[in-house]
């Protein structure tokens, strides 16, 4: 499995874009991935090509909108490791011997 | 205010690396800084200055045990605004008019 | 027409893997699409899709040989834009006024 | 020595800021430090707190004509490493056993 985080944004909106983040929030909320939002980003779990087509949504929903998108994405792929976007925390909680803030 | 996300992870001591990440994390949570982990990286808020301190109290830490490091930084300023680690998502949320998964 | 900016490697082979990464710069190299090799990245340019098999074809083939992989992209859209690869850097130049070093 | 790469944006000003990316990168050309410019972003070698004194100049700079700015920074630190803005391209050149474009 993989996790990926992206952000994706329209530059030519002003510097509020709230409304156009929502409805890419929406398509991944009802993608059926697991995903958490975070103040930066969204963060997903699935397999390579759910990854890729539901960025492919957000990104021509988006591009219905605005003329200039910028999109950032990163990938962590481990062979045969899935639940990772609850244990990847849980490890270095672990690690570091207490809680962090989440 | 400025949120900063970052992550820093070793490139010499294999694929797991939490041991690593905890130490840099433990940092974190002893800044006194707002911040939350997510699963691929850290969310601060903070001034500039103390946000670039952190980043090289971390990056000094794990420089001595580790030859080669990776880092990224993604950072949002925003003049006169505090407590965007918690309104991003509400800002979101409110404009999608749905609960996202946090 | 898109840019997009990637960097590709795996984690689990210690910090020498520039073996690896030449394996997925051959497949840039040979797709035919626009690109420039930089020392933290490659920028390429193209349509959505065409970028899109693109990295896939890269995460497959690095996929064969490693468990672990860290993937970071970066797109810039800008719709009826084409020629970016060349034309960005130009444009900079000029509201500087001066030559840059590329 | 550390590798840097960063782009700096505002996010206020429409998209078209090829006029501020300018005075920012006016900065890192007279800052005398190793630097290409790419489509996507500036990458500088130095050490780290050249880097951070650098950047810290040009996000002041960018401050002062922008309420809201958007940075993001990749670092890739190798010990005893000097020079790598050349040697990396030409690292993977030789493992790929062909010239590429830069």
Not at 64 to 72: A, F, N, T
Not at 78 to 87: D, H, L, P
């Amino acid at each position: 499995m993989t996790l990926m985080e992206f952000s994706m944004i329209p530059l030519d909106k002003g510097a509020s874009f709230s409304k156009y983040v929502a409805k890419v929030l929406t398509l991944v909320d009802e993608s059926g991935l697991e995903y958490r939002l975070n103040p930066m980003g969204t963060v997903i779990e699935g397999e390579w090509n759910d990854l890729l087509a539901l960025l492919t949504m957000c990104f021509r929903t988006l591009q219905k909108e605005s003329d200039r998108i910028s999109l950032q994405a990163k990938f962590d792929y481990r062979k045969g490791v899935s639940g990772a976007i609850e244990s990847k925390i849980r490890s270095v909680e672990a690690s570091a011997e207490r809680s962090l803030n989440k």
